[in-house]
């Protein structure tokens, strides 16, 4: 049986909701900067697909604008 990942479970908002942006900047503080930072000092040909490079850049602009505006609850601190 295939599960529907794109759709919010029962109970949840469609939104992304603060919980969201807190665990996609977990994820990214975690794992995606350490990466990001180990390729720069790659040759290019070692480095990520550009689609990839883009994505990451993508998604942390967006979590700047989640700090800034207040998006994300303060119950506990980012790793």
């Given at each position: 049986m295939e599960t529907n990942n794109t759709q919010p479970t029962?109970?949840?908002p469609p939104l992304p909701t603060?919980?969201?942006w807190r665990a996609l900047l977990v994820?990214?503080?975690h794992y995606l900067s350490l990466?990001?930072?180990a390729f720069r000092l790659c040759p290019q040909e070692e480095?990520?697909?550009k689609p990839v490079?883009?994505?990451v850049q993508l998604l942390d602009v967006w979590l700047d604008f989640a700090?800034?505006?207040g998006w994300l609850k303060e119950t506990e601190p980012v790793i």
């Open positions: 029962t109970g949840q603060s919980e969201l994820i990214f503080n990466e990001l930072a480095q990520p697909p490079l883009e994505a700090i800034e505006d």
